[in-house]
């Protein structure tokens, strides 16, 4: 496939994916007592009210022309921690709603690529269009669970930050906390330049998507776009 057609399989996908990331934020942060962002109308499935005009479109687009790693994210979900009805537990369970999500994500995709596989089997007529799902699908498994793992990288303001920082005494977590200002920095740097680590970092990611392709192969269908 040339870019264009990797970008049309992969770009829904990677909003809906993005969209119920930020969507799980608002709706676990309106579970523990913060009704921030559904008072702002970012509760919502609405992919506009989560594009965030440079993370979301103006810095992937100039990094893949630049040829650096690509990053990007949606707006984050305004949420408010002091209304949550306990903070530290409150705060734990709304960053990793969205990783939870994600994850999930994936999971449901492995059926549902088994089950196009089996309507593709009984209606060879929509082989086209049922094997373009099909690819979306698998993009789905990869996208979300890369997903999970990179939010789950410990550099503020990632969500595995708001973890982390309970693991720390209460002075080094005030410091670490503060790494935030320069956090994007931080990542495009371990992106640039730490390569191995990310690697490693994603391994549990690229190793569960590789014993989901061993569950769903015996599904795939043939590619109808073959000469």
Aim: net charge positive.
């Amino acid at each position: 496939m040339d870019f264009a057609q990797q970008l049309a399989l992969v770009f829904p996908v990677l909003l809906f994916s993005m969209v119920a990331h930020e969507y799980a934020h608002g709706y676990a942060a309106m579970r523990q007592g913060d009704m921030t962002a559904y008072q702002l109308g970012r509760l919502t499935w609405n992919p506009i009210r989560h594009i965030d005009p440079f993370m979301t479109i103006i810095l992937p687009v100039m990094l893949a022309f630049l040829g650096g790693p690509i990053f990007g994210g949606a707006k984050p979900v305004p949420v408010n921690p002091r209304n949550y009805r306990q903070y530290r537990r409150g705060d734990i369970i709304v960053s990793l709603a969205g990783v939870a999500v994600n994850v999930l994500i994936a999971l449901a995709c492995v059926p549902l690529i088994m089950g196009v596989g089996l309507l593709g089997q009984q209606f060879p007529q929509l082989l086209r269009p049922l094997f373009v799902l099909q690819l979306m699908f698998m993009q789905g498994i990869v996208l979300n669970l890369v997903l999970a793992a990179f939010n789950l990288i410990p550099i503020p303001p990632l969500d595995g930050s708001h973890v982390f920082k309970y693991l720390l005494p209460p002075q080094w977590s005030l410091q670490y906390q503060r790494i935030g200002a320069v956090g994007f920095l931080l990542l495009f740097a371990l992106l640039s330049f730490g390569r191995p680590l990310v690697n490693a970092w994603m391994s549990p990611a690229f190793a569960t998507a590789r014993l989901a392709q061993q569950v769903y192969i015996p599904y795939l269908l043939p590619n109808p776009f073959d000469a």
